[in-house]
Every structure is written in C-alpha cells, then in structure tokens.
C-alpha cells in the first residue's frame, strides 16, 4: 500500500515540476488548523513531511498565521509554539496582519508553494487556483498530497499550447519578412488606400513623333515648286526657260503655211 501512495505521491508531484515550475527543496506553507490537527496526534510535521515526499522538504510560516494562532487562546498555546519552530517567510502584512487564509492566497500569487491545511474553504479555493497542490491529513491522521484538479490540468494544457507554438510577436516578425521577400502579399487592414502618384510615362518606351516634310501636298506627292536660286551679291536668278530649237525645213514651212493663210481666196 505504501508503495502505491509513493508512486501517486511522484506522478503529482512530477506534474507540477514539469508544468507549474516547482523545484526542490519543496515548500510548505502550513496554516494553523493543520499544525493543530498535527499537534493533536503527536505528528512530526518536517519528518513526516521528508518521508511522505521523499526528498527535501521545507515546512514554513509567516508572521500573520502565527499571530492568528496566538489569538484563538489558550487552547492553541502548544500549536503556536510548534509553528514557531518553522520557518517563517515575510509576508508584508507585518504592520497590518490578516488572517491565514487571506495571508495563504497572498503568498501563493508570486511563489510555488504546497498549502498545508485542514481549512475545507481554503481547501475549496486552491482547487480551483492553478499551479498549488493542496496537501491535508486525510481523517485528521493520513497525510495526503490531493490530486491535481481539473481546472489544474485545463492550465497545464493550456501552458503547454503556448510554449509549443509560435508566440504572436514571432508569428508578426515571420510576417512581415514573407511580405518583403515577396513570398506572400501584404495584408490589407482595411484603413484609407493611398493615392498612388501619377508618374511620366517612360521616354525609352514611347514612340517618337512623325515630322512632315516640307514641299508635300496634300495627296503625299512632293511639290514640283523649288526655291529660287540666288546667286553672287544675293541676287535672285530667274529660272530660264528651255528653248526648243526646231529644224529649218520646219521652221519654213510653218512660215509658208502662215503666208498661205492670209491671202485672198
């Protein structure tokens, strides 16, 4: 029987180690209604504690669990007085102390302790707080480490999710380098697009403007017209015009047929 309280005792412990960062020595933060139910059956606290665990344990207090005791009277004096054999953890109530239980879930925000205690509303309040294993003396005589709770394994899944994956500032950095390698196409987030500038159209790509040329009609045929010549002293020369030289017997026979022509009839 022992060994399986030891191999459950392990496996409890293991999950809290592997998902809530619980190290050795371990912790134990113990209230006044456990060292009391202790107290009445003669129960060594730390030996029973190293045994129960088996390896380092630490049993501690703080200064508003031990004020707590000494105000319930006389019938707490040898409970008090075994409590300050403990350890005793600064709580920052000193100036103000509260009781236990509010003292317990105040240490339990920022430090990995185990919460000892026979308080069935503190009992109730670490079940439903991930990351505190509750340890009690099972019928006020069996120490007892209680198994981790469902919302402690909904968190440890959860915790596992998010070292697994990739972080949100990771996953936007990865983005963002796809975007500017070209590798995906930037997100649009919905907001005013920018006007995109209107650029000059590239000179290498447009084609070059025809001219007309000069002395072309309006049919594309060229103009028979040329610019006068000038000559020496900016003078204009006249075009002269080509004399057709026609033969003698031609010449004479026109003039006689001229003569003919004009005779009486």
Same mark, same amino acid.
């Given at each position: 029987?022992?060994?399986t309280?030891h191999?459950?005792? =392990?496996?409890?412990?293991s ?5 809530? %960062?619980? =190290? &050795? *020595? /371990? ?9 009391h139910?202790?107290? #009445?059956?003669r129960l060594?606290? &730390? &030996?029973?504690l190293k045994?129960?665990f088996q390896?380092? +344990?630490k049993? @501690?207090?703080?200064?508003?669990i @031990?004020?707590?005791t000494?105000?319930? $009277?006389? %019938?707490f004096t040898?409970t008090s007085?075994?409590?300050?054999k ?7 109530h000193?100036?103000?102390p ?7 879930k ?5 430090? !990995?302790? @185990? ?5 069935r ?6 079940? &439903? ?8 003396? !099972? ?9 981790p709770?469902e919302? !402690? =394994?909904?968190?440890?899944a959860e915790?596992?999710k998010?070292?697994?994956? @990739? ?5 936007q ?5 796809k ?5 995906v ?6 907001? *005013?697009?920018?006007?995109r500038? +209107?650029?000059?159209?590239?000179? /290498?790509s447009? #084609? ?7 002395? +072309?009609?309006g049919?594309?045929? *060229?103009?028979?017209? #040329? *610019?006068?010549?000038v $000559?020496? %002293? %900016?003078?204009?020369?006249k ?13 004479? !026979?026109?003039?006689a ?5 004009? $005779?009486?009839?």
């Amino acid at each position: 029987m022992k060994i399986t309280k030891h191999k459950k005792t =392990r496996k409890y412990m293991s999950f809290y180690i592997n998902n809530f %960062g619980f =190290r &050795e *020595p /371990l912790l134990v933060l113990i209230d006044g209604s456990f060292c009391h139910a202790a107290y #009445k059956i003669r129960l060594q606290i &730390e &030996e029973q504690l190293k045994k129960y665990f088996q390896c380092e +344990v630490k049993p @501690i207090v703080t200064a508003c669990i @031990i004020t707590e005791t000494d105000n319930l $009277g006389p %019938g707490f004096t040898g409970t008090s007085q075994l409590l300050k054999k403990f350890l005793v953890h600064r709580c920052g109530h000193e100036k103000r102390p509260l009781d236990g239980s509010s003292c317990i879930k105040s240490m339990t925000k920022s430090c !990995h302790y @185990i919460v000892a205690t026979q308080d069935r509303a503190l009992q109730e309040w670490v079940r &439903e707080h991930p990351g505190i294993p509750l340890f009690y003396l !099972h019928n006020a005589s069996v120490p007892t480490l209680v198994q981790p709770s469902e919302a !402690h =394994r909904q968190a440890a899944a959860e915790g596992q999710k998010s070292r697994v994956g @990739i972080r949100e500032l990771d996953q936007q950095t990865i983005q963002k380098l796809k975007v500017k390698e070209g590798l995906v196409a930037p997100e649009s987030n919905g907001g *005013p697009k920018k006007k995109r500038k +209107v650029k000059n159209p590239n000179p /290498l790509s447009c #084609k070059k403007p025809k001219k007309t040329k000069k002395g +072309v009609d309006g049919k594309g045929t *060229p103009s028979e017209s #040329k *610019p006068p010549t000038v $000559g020496e %002293g %900016g003078v204009v020369k006249k075009k002269s015009r080509k004399r057709i030289k026609l033969p003698k017997h031609v010449i004479e !026979h026109l003039k006689a047929g001229n003569g003919g022509g004009a $005779g009486p009839s």
